[in-house]
């Protein structure tokens, strides 16, 4: 390998962290190499530097984009209080960015992101951890090519933990939308409703999440999607009914078969477009991936390192789209799409559920006021 990508770290600990493991997601793979860290904790920066076993530390990322020649910086918070002006000067110092999701609360600032990087000419991508997972990629393929017929339908189930409705919107819905962008293309509309409890979520439900994520309402949400080629996609969620996340996935229907999700990204493909429990003739297989289940000595792999591990992945296709001048898997691009659903969400719901085209118009989130 000719180049090694010099490496800067942002985190911010107690308001965001490090997310999931973006300080260390880089650590083992020979094209980078981390050379900076900035916190604006002093404790949680030294911590940071020695976990990543460095010594050239900044309590302010801006100073570390001035005087470090960095090639690509991991953006880890996960509040978004300071996710605009740190994509854009990540992207005004000319270095690619890898950044924590969700991308943005409202569309204003997806649109400035987006541009921030576009001007710079950087790639930019997200940590969605499931894009590159190896069952995920090959189900995708063999919907794509036809083998289960025609895609129909795609269902997302997200956690439903006490974050449900309109705070898992944002947090979990990243995820799912990414992957239905993935597999059926660009959103063309939304249509959406919200509620607390038994009513119709209003202006006067606004509130805060656990962490600054923007604006949130409502304790439950159930969203439509429509893609090219009649595709419908479906995610709902509502508060409270965890049961241990056992209920997170996503189910694709096809022409001839379904296809489940699972938690950590493992996939189970039914041979038909409905569910049969009474038919013991069909059942649910697993699609294994061999170097993804199993070590060289044909060991399972423990999959609750799935998100260190797709991170890897991501990485990797990240410097290949770098090198090779190409869109990166979990973009940006991509994740704006997913702020359109996000606030498209709103949007509906405070129009009476009416379809909506994508793009929306209206940039300005319906939450904001003034």
Same mark, same amino acid.
């Given at each position: ?20 493991? /973006? ?8 094209? &980078? ?8 904790? !002093?404790? @949680? ?8 076993? $460095? ?8 100073? /570390? ?11 880890? #918070? ?7 002006? /740190?994509?854009?000067?990540?992207? *005004? ?7 924590? %999701? ?39 393929? *063999? ?20 974050? @449900? ?7 979990? @819905? ?49 969203? +439509?999607?429509?893609?090219? =080629? ?24 096809? *022409? %001839?078969?379904?296809? =489940?999700?699972? #938690? ?8 038909? !477009?409905?569910?049969? #429990? ?14 993804? =289940? &199993? ?7 423990? +999959? ?13 296709? &990240?410097?290949?789209? $770098? *090198? ?7 973009? +940006? ?38």
């Amino acid at each position: 390998m000719s180049k090694k990508y010099r490496v800067g770290i942002i985190g911010s600990t107690n308001r965001g962290n490090y997310g999931h493991g /973006m300080d260390t997601a880089f650590t083992g793979l020979e094209a &980078f190499e981390v050379v900076a860290v900035a916190d604006d904790d !002093p404790t @949680g920066l030294a911590a940071a530097a020695k976990r990543l076993g $460095i010594t050239r530390q900044y309590s302010d990322y801006r100073e /570390m984009l001035g005087k470090e020649k960095l090639d690509i910086v991991g953006i880890g #918070p996960r509040w978004l209080t300071e996710r605009v002006p /740190m994509v854009t000067a990540v992207a *005004e110092a000319g270095c690619h960015v890898f950044v924590e %999701k969700p991308l943005a609360s409202s569309l204003r600032d997806s649109d400035a992101m987006l541009a921030a990087c576009e001007r710079a000419k950087v790639k930019a991508m997200m940590a969605h951890q499931l894009h590159l997972l190896p069952p995920v990629r090959q189900a995708f393929a *063999e919907i794509k090519s036809g083998k289960y017929g025609r895609l129909l339908r795609i269902y997302g189930q997200p956690s439903d933990d006490a974050r @449900g409705g309109g705070e898992e919107l944002i947090v979990h @819905g990243s995820h799912f939308f990414d992957l239905m962008v993935d597999l059926a293309g660009p959103p063309r509309w939304v249509s959406a409703h919200l509620a607390v409890g038994d009513r119709d979520v209003t202006l006067a439900d606004k509130r805060e999440g656990r962490e600054p994520i923007g604006p949130i309402a409502g304790d439950s949400a159930a969203v +439509m999607l429509g893609f090219d =080629h009649g595709v419908r996609g479906f995610w709902n969620s509502t508060a409270n009914l965890d049961i241990g996340g056992v209920i997170y996935g996503l189910l694709i229907q096809c *022409e %001839k078969a379904t296809i =489940h999700m699972r #938690p950590g990204g493992d996939i189970y493909i039914y041979p038909g !477009p409905v569910i049969e #429990p009474e038919n013991e003739k069909r059942a649910w297989q697993k699609l294994w991936v061999e170097s993804w =289940h &199993f070590d060289a000595e044909h060991k399972p792999r423990p +999959m609750k390192d799935f998100i260190h591990r797709g991170n890897k992945l991501l990485l990797e296709g &990240f410097l290949a789209a $770098i *090198e090779k001048d190409t869109e990166p898997p979990a973009s +940006m691009r991509a994740a704006g799409y997913i702020t359109e659903i996000i606030q498209g969400t709103y949007a509906s719901h405070f129009a009476g559920g009416k379809r909506l085209s994508i793009p929306l118009v209206d940039r300005k989130h319906p939450l904001e006021v003034g």
